[in-house]
């Protein structure tokens, strides 16, 4: 509530805002007075008591005036001017409440103060009777947390209560009394209490009358409301009952528990129809004030003249025969009122009160339970005898109805049973001439209970109001449920049935809230809750009981209450729908202690105040002619004082806030709000009378028109209720600041230009599609019927129109509202400086309504238009062609335009759509959806002068225009239309600009779904994705009918680039599933083929043939047959190297095949130790080999099949006899042998033995034949036909291209790169490059780009590597462990160097070749001692591995450790008998101290250390010390196991003898130099303690793989010496 001015031109006005006026109840006292001594501040609110009043202004201070008793000062008792309430003073205050005796005020923080009478504890303050000064109430939550205070929104003050709203939409109280709504008998509650009954629900508002609450709740989502049980909570009656007499069944569920109280939270919502009337559930919510009130007793009581009554006697139930009978001229009076001026108000009146039924008491009628009617309740039984027949006849229909809602509501308890009603009726003689009046609302099986009313309403109307249109009274009457006190429906239950029917058709016109508009705007989905004393029957249940607890008034549901007022013993209810008569509607109310006021809207906008009730007898005479001092409301002259913003009413006064109407602003507002009220009246009104009567007729046409039908209303009613929100929001502006800028049409546009657009866009749908004339007879007889209702509502004076042109224009109505709109935010704007930005916004908003009005214009001109061409096309197209969106832009018949070689007699007709471009021939037409539809002018040259070529997916077709103007006019049609389908329906002008520009030309690549209807590949296939130029382009997915589909690139229509492909295989009923990359629409390169069947295939395809490197795995390892091959594939057949795992049968075969089988040079190894070289062909062991068994037998020569033996052969035992000759049998059975035996004698055997074992791998594959297929795929992504010929910069152009590619997959993909590997590829985009000559930065560079490149497998490098270390993993583990292929496995790791060195060379030509030396740049230090001098420093003499260039030395660190493990398995397995021995020793010569060892090793004693320094401190090596001495040289010794590359190993072991010899130096303290003989014992002393378990494989691995240019320089010395040590140990014998 920002106080500043908004802008000087308000600046003047401001003054003139706000102006208090007071009036005395009672008379109708022509002028008011001013509020005596009070100044010229702007009042925002006011609020009055019993003898006082408290002023809001709008600077947030609060002024308190009249007789304030609880004052300390005596001069202020009855301050002769309101006075400043100082306490406040600086607390801004947002609003303000009075009680009959104490004020409150809440502070923008959200801090309630409390002042006045505390008698009863209202001002929540214990013990004291008055509190003179405002003082804040502290109000905090024990369930959240005590500290924090609840901030309060809301006050409202009772005369011995109040409660208080806080943020949180709970209700707080504090005073005395049954009316607060507690769980508690201790009064005064001077600690406020939440009110636990409504916790959890969203409270709007609360008021207090003297002594009972009402407070406005939101409704739950329906999915939150409970079922209603069958019985009451607290007596166990049955709730709806339901009694069978003769010939009627009464069902009532006016079930009313005597103990008058709910009790529990759970009780509240099932139990709401406990003492309740009827339920009024309506769909529709049209009523307007209801009231429930006390009349005063001395009130002058018209018997004889039932006309003016509504107010004060509204409640009084039947009165008695003859008194009816007395007044048939008035007819029944108690709802129309005979003068437009009370209209405004009579008809909200809902009146219920304890005084009418004394009333009726003493005109000898029977008095019955005042109940809190909705008005017409009485009318239905007051209804002159005139109209009794129809009347009756309707009232059994209505009722019937209303069973399809809710179980017919009918109200039985304390009413006449049906024969006195039917006595009732007949008593009187018959008038024929109502009932024709009645028959023109509507068809006589009045289908919604709706109409029913209306029917009985205008039957009471129709002579009582000459003046006001009975229809409008329809509508009102229309609107309400029954709420029939007494009313016994006489229905038979077929009637029932159909009246359940029914309900289920008019669903769809429950407003569909949208959430956003509910959170913005104030809710119209409310009820109303009350408790209190009840006496005066002003909680609205039905009866006079109190009530402890809130309580849902349940004929007030679906009324859509937005605002809620209490006087003294009465209760308004303010609805949305304030219309009453055309020109009045109620929108603010105020209750004073026994009178009402309202404020109406008039015709020039300027809000009338209208007055009823109380009336001192002295001023009767004032009261208008024909009244005869009746108490209907009467219009106060007010038109002079301004515009009334705001009334509030106390006991003896009241008093208005006015504005004056500066500069136009003030009147364009209530012009805006006034508007908006009738027009949702007037929706309504549509709603309730048209549409929900035609929904619900039986037969309305086919489904399809039905569906359109419901979509209109679904839509129409959606806006409805924004414009009813929206309505009710602008009446809670008038009464705030009234700062244009917080309007919500401004601040909230898009929900209504959405809004507007969406039911425009649903209603020109059904207007293609043939409007209201496609609807059957029975809903066009219905229209008919009701033209002049239809007539008045659509406001078409002509009476020659026909009926469907006055349904266009009624249905368009909303869209001539945006015009409006757009003129007063124009009014308001003129108010405003040019420059200020309130004119900015106001002008923009309008344009922007105006624009949209315009827009929606022209598409209900293209919906005419169309519809106009679809009634002259011919029939049998239309049918498949006519679209609800569709919309007609040009045709060919009325602009020239032929297709380019047509023969002579065929006919061709192009007909442009929004959506497609037909083209239709004779009998057939073929429609090219226009989102994949390309067009372009035909140059002069290639012949058509006027030439358009279209290109679809499937056709290429060329269109000749007449003229060059005509082709211009059909290319940019085309275009046009292109451009709006591609960019959907959003060819609506951009919010905020005036008009969209449109694109010329619509791009050429884009996003679109087609149907493919003749290509034979692509038949019946949906394709959804990227297009270029009429073919599928970029990424898209593609889905045949079969279930075939595939997601991924296309190029040129095919499928190119990364993809997946799905196969559904249904014999199966699994799919096959290809992921990988695909060229010219086939899969080629790598990728994975899952099969059906369970088999997985990895690696590299060509033209979808497994062709390359490929891994193919059949079955799980549970399944029947797992195997695994890897290896080369050639047209989808095994051919090449190859490794083949045969789980089952534990076998491993790595060797060559040809067509699947295997052929050729191969190795076979078992899982029981067998091993097997040899020839082999169509898969069996023929020819030539060798085969082994574990413990050595070896048998060499033929073989015929797997594992049999069969020819010529020599077999050797493991001693080294061996046997000579034929053989035949399988191995492990019985072999026949013909041929000689043989015992060597010792010396031969020596010789034969290893003759063997060196023969071995001979018929194998050669190292270099293997994996072939691996390195040429390398080769070919460098660009390379064969290894080493091609373009170097072309090989670097291709690896660029990978890495980005590969890159832009995995973004895509779900697993997201680690970001070490985003930065490794980041640094892969440099080349290292080279100028002049090669140095050792240089080969650095090198390596370091190799240690990357082979980091990730994005790159091709890497790639190798990566697949190099799978096969090797793959041929070498499980059943590959076998010790026979160590050789095997070492000769194919060096073979892997050699190659990949070539790549590399070929990358990097600079590179020197293998073994050759780089120059060093800086000479090495001179001052370098060898090893052996003792000087300590870690460069051996020979130079470094890093200057001599060698395979190993740059691509051992990269590849050794990834094939480690399998490797070293091989050595240990290899050297297992050795290295048990070699442990065996090692265990028991560490069994002794150290000084023992090192004697019995032989070391000299100056090398014993004599002392040790432990942590610092200095310790003599005693005899039991152990693992003490050279403990330095021990643990860098044990670090060999933790390298990898023979190089690491070797400079591990350089260090150990460095840090002997560091130890021996600090010993002897001189420089000395090893001889190898005193070296060799305390080396072998440090082996021993080191304790290497596989030492024999450590040495056995450096020895195979280490440079051989190492062997005779430093490291190599040391490494022999270590080998040494190593086969000592295994000799080595304790004494």
């Not at 190798?1360 to 070498?1372: G, Q």
């Amino acid at each position: 509530m920002d106080s500043k001015k908004r802008s000087s031109t308000e600046a003047e006005g401001s003054k003139e805002r706000g102006l208090v006026h007071v009036w005395q109840a009672g008379s109708y006292s022509v002028t008011p007075e001013r509020l005596p001594g009070w100044g010229g501040k702007t009042v925002l609110q006011a609020a009055l008591g019993v003898k006082h009043g408290v002023l809001l202004t709008e600077d947030g201070e609060v002024y308190s005036f009249g007789t304030l008793p609880w004052r300390s000062e005596p001069a202020e008792i009855c301050p002769s001017s309101p006075i400043l309430e100082n306490a406040l003073v600086g607390q801004y205050v947002v609003t303000v409440a009075s009680g009959s005796f104490h004020s409150g005020a809440v502070t923008e923080s959200g801090i309630a103060y409390m002042w006045g009478e505390n008698s009863a504890g209202q001002c929540a303050v214990a013990n004291q009777q008055y509190v003179p000064e405002p003082n804040p109430v502290s109000i905090s939550d024990s369930e959240t947390s005590s500290l924090l205070a609840v901030r309060i929104l809301q006050l409202a003050c009772g005369e011995e209560h109040t409660l208080a709203l806080s943020l949180s939409r709970e209700i707080w109280a504090w005073g005395t009394g049954c009316q607060l709504g507690l769980i508690t008998t201790a009064f005064p509650v001077t600690k406020p209490q939440k009110v636990e009954h409504l916790a959890g629900r969203v409270v709007l508002q609360v008021a207090c009358g003297a002594f009972h609450s009402l407070a406005l709740v939101q409704c739950l989502p329906s999915q939150d409301l409970k079922p209603v049980p069958e019985r009451c909570n607290q007596c166990s009656q049955l709730l709806i009952t339901m009694t069978d007499k003769e010939d009627h069944v009464i069902i009532s569920d006016s079930h009313c528990c005597p103990l008058g109280v709910t009790l529990s939270e759970s009780q509240a919502e099932n139990q709401a129809s406990t003492a309740i009337s009827p339920s009024t559930e309506t769909l529709d919510n049209q009523g307007e004030v209801f009231e429930n009130t006390l009349v005063e007793n001395d009130l002058p009581v018209a018997t004889d003249m039932n006309v003016g009554n509504v107010q004060t006697t509204g409640g009084n139930a039947i009165p008695s025969q003859q008194d009816i009978v007395g007044t048939t001229e008035i007819s029944s009076a108690k709802n129309v009122p005979s003068y437009p001026d009370t209209q405004a108000v009579n008809e909200y009146m809902q009146k219920l009160s304890d005084h009418s039924v004394r009333e009726n008491s003493e005109n000898g009628e029977k008095p019955m339970p005042s109940q809190p009617l909705v008005e017409e309740a009485v009318p239905n039984l007051h209804s002159p005898p005139t109209t009794s027949t129809s009347a009756l006849n309707s009232l059994v229909v209505s009722c019937a109805s209303a069973v399809g809602v809710r179980v017919a509501a009918t109200y039985e308890a304390g009413a006449l049973s049906l024969k006195k009603v039917m006595n009732f009726y007949s008593t009187a003689p018959c008038e024929p001439g109502t009932q024709a009046g009645s028959s023109s609302i509507g068809p006589e099986g009045l289908k919604d209970s709706r109409e029913e009313q209306v029917k009985q309403e205008s039957m009471q109307g129709k002579k009582s109001s000459s003046l006001v249109d009975i229809r409008e009274e329809e509508s009102e009457g229309g609107s309400r449920r029954l709420s029939l006190p007494g009313l016994l429906s006489q229905v038979s239950p077929r009637l029932l049935r159909k009246a359940a029917r029914v309900k289920t058709r008019t669903v769809v016109l429950t407003p569909t809230y949208s959430g956003e508009a509910d959170a913005l705007l104030p809710s119209l989905r409310t009820e109303v809750w009350t408790w209190g004393k009840g006496k005066e029957g002003q909680l609205g249940h039905g009866d006079v009981l109190p009530r402890l607890q809130p309580l849902c008034v349940k004929c007030l549901d679906g009324k859509e209450v937005i605002y809620l007022e209490a006087g003294g013993y009465h209760s308004l209810a303010l609805t949305a729908k304030s219309q009453v008569s055309s020109e009045n509607g109620v929108w603010s109310v105020a209750a004073g202690q026994d009178y009402s006021l309202f404020l109406v809207d008039t015709e020039d906008f300027q809000p009338g105040l209208y007055y009823s009730g109380r009336q001192d007898p002295a001023e009767g005479d004032n009261l208008p002619e024909n009244h005869s001092g009746t108490k209907t409301p009467v219009l106060l002259s007010c038109s002079k004082l301004g515009y009334i913003s705001r009334v509030t009413a106390g006991k003896d006064s009241y008093l208005a806030l006015v504005d004056k109407n500066v500069m136009g602003y003030i009147a364009s507002l209530h012009e805006l709000a006034t508007t908006e009220r009738r027009f949702y009246s007037k929706l309504s009104d549509i709603k309730s009378q048209i549409l929900r009567p035609l929904l619900s007729l039986e037969n309305l046409g086919t489904a399809s028109t039905v569906q359109l039908l419901q979509e209109v209303a679904s839509r129409f009613s959606k806006l409805c209720y924004l414009i009813g929100q929206h309505g009710a929001s602008l009446s809670s502006f008038l009464h705030g600041i009234k700062e244009a800028r917080s309007l919500v049409i401004l601040k909230h546009a898009s929900l209504f230009l959405d809004s507007y657009t969406e039911y425009c866009t649903s209603i020109t749908n059904f207007l293609v599609m043939g409007g209201f004339q496609l609807l059957a007879k029975p809903a066009i007889d219905f229209l008919n019927k009701n033209q002049e209702l239809l007539q008045e509502l659509s406001e078409v004076n002509d009476e020659n129109t026909q009926l469907m042109e006055i349904l266009n224009t009624l249905f368009f109505l909303p869209i001539r509202r945006l015009h409006n709109y757009a003129k007063v935010l124009l009014k308001l704007a003129t108010c405003f400086e040019v420059t200020s930005p309130e004119y900015q916004k106001l002008q923009d908003s309008s344009s922007c309504y105006e624009s949209l009005a315009l827009h929606l214009g022209r598409k209900r001109k293209e919906a005419e238009y169309t519809l106009g061409f679809w009634k002259t096309f011919p029939g049998k197209m239309t049918d498949s062609l006519r679209k609800p969106e569709r919309r007609l832009l040009c045709e060919s018949s009325n602009r020239a335009l032929s297709l380019q070689h047509a023969g002579r007699f065929s006919v061709n007709w192009f007909i442009l759509f929004n959506d497609a471009l037909v083209h239709a021939q004779f009998s057939t037409h073929h429609v090219f959806p226009l989102a994949t539809l390309w067009a372009e002018p035909l140059s002069e040259e290639a012949g058509g002068v006027n030439g358009l070529k279209i290109t679809t997916p499937e056709e290429q077709f060329t269109l000749i225009s007449s003229t060059p103007q005509e082709k211009t006019k059909w290319l940019r049609a085309i275009s046009q239309a292109v451009d709006q389908a591609l960019r959907g329906t959003s060819d609506l002008p951009p919010y905020g600009s005036g008009s969209s520009i449109q694109r010329q030309e619509p791009p050429i690549s884009r996003s679109a779904k087609y149907t493919f209807y003749k290509d034979p590949r692509l038949k019946d296939a949906a394709y959804d994705g990227r297009w270029l130029s009429g073919k599928p382009h970029g990424r898209g997915v593609l889905k045949w009918p079969d279930g075939k589909m595939y997601s991924g690139m296309f190029r040129n229509g095919l499928e190119d680039g990364y993809g997946e492909y799905r196969i559904p295989n249904k014999a199966l009923n699994k799919e096959d599933h290809y992921v990988g990359h695909w060229k010219e629409g086939k899969m080629c390169g790598q990728g994975v083929y899952s099969y059906a069947s369970g088999e997985v295939f990895e690696g590299c395809f060509q033209d979808n043939m497994r062709h390359g490197h490929g891994l193919l795995r059949s079955g799980k390892l549970t399944s029947s047959s797992p195997s695994m091959f890897i290896g080369q594939w050639v047209m989808d057949k095994k051919a090449g190297y190859g490794v083949f795992d045969d789980i089952t049968r534990g076998e491993k075969y790595m060797g060559m095949w040809q067509d699947d089988v295997c052929q050729g040079n191969g190795v076979v190894v078992t899982q029981f130790g067998l091993y097997y070289e040899g020839n082999f062909h169509l898969n069996k062991m023929m020819g030539n080999g060798v085969l082994l068994s574990e413990d050595d037998t070896i048998y060499e020569g033929e073989f015929s099949d797997d594992w049999t033996l069969s020819g010529k052969g020599t077999l050797t035992m493991p001693n080294g006899d061996y046997i000579e000759g034929y053989f035949s049998g399988e191995w492990g059975s019985g072999i026949k042998i013909t041929g000689t035996y043989f015992k060597p004698s010792l010396y031969e055997s020596d010789k034969d033995r290893p003759k063997v074992f060196r023969k071995l791998g001979n018929l194998a594959v050669s190292a270099d034949e293997k994996w072939k297929a691996v390195f040429d795929e390398c080769w070919r992504q460098l660009g390379c036909e064969n290894p080493g010929q091609g373009e170097v910069w072309k090989a670097w152009d291709n690896i660029a291209v990978a890495l980005t590619t590969n890159r832009r997959q995995h973004r895509d993909s779900p697993e997201t790169l680690s970001r070490s590997q985003t930065q490794t590829l980041e640094s892969l985009e440099f080349i290292p490059q080279h100028v002049g000559a090669f140095s050792v930065e240089k080969y650095d560079d090198i390596k370091k780009y190799l240690i990357k490149a082979c980091d990730t497998p994005l790159h091709p490098l890497g790639r190798l590597v990566e697949t190099l270390v799978a096969v090797y993993r793959m041929t070498y583990v499980g059943v590959g462990a076998n010790r026979r292929l160590l050789q095997e496995a070492v000769k194919e790791i060096k073979s892997y160097l050699k190659r990949i060195f070539q790549l590399v060379r070929f990358l990097f030509p600079e590179l020197p070749e293998e073994g050759s030396t780089i120059p060093l740049s800086a000479p090495l230090p001179t001052e370098r001692k060898s090893f052996c001098t003792g000087k300590s420093d870690s460069r051996s003499e020979s130079p470094e591995p890093g200057y001599v260039v060698t395979s190993s030395g740059l691509l051992l660190p990269v590849l050794l450790p990834r094939l480690y493990p399998p490797l070293f398995m091989l050595y240990a397995l290899d050297n297992d008998r050795e290295e048990d021995i070699y442990w065996e020793c090692v265990l028991r010569l560490n069994k002794q101290p150290d000084i023992a060892l090192l004697g019995f090793l032989g070391v000299q004693r100056k090398f014993w250390p004599a002392t040790l320094s432990v942590l610092g401190e200095s310790k003599k090596v005693l005899p039991a010390t152990k693992d003490a001495c050279f403990a330095s040289a021990v643990e860098c010794l044990q670090q060999i196991s933790t390298t990898f590359t023979p190089s690491d190993k070797l400079k591990v072991i350089q260090q150990t003898f460095e840090e002997i010899s560091q130890s021996v130096l600090a010993s002897l303290q001189e420089d000395f130099l090893w001889s190898m003989d005193d070296l060799f014992p305390v080396f072998l002393y440090v082996v021993l303690r080191a304790r290497i378990r596989n030492l024999g494989s450590e040495v056995h691995l450096i020895e195979d793989l280490m440079d051989p240019y190492l062997q005779h320089g430093e490291q190599g010395i040391m490494f022999t010496t270590l080998k040494a040590c190593y086969y000592q140990i295994q000799r080595e014998k304790l004494n």
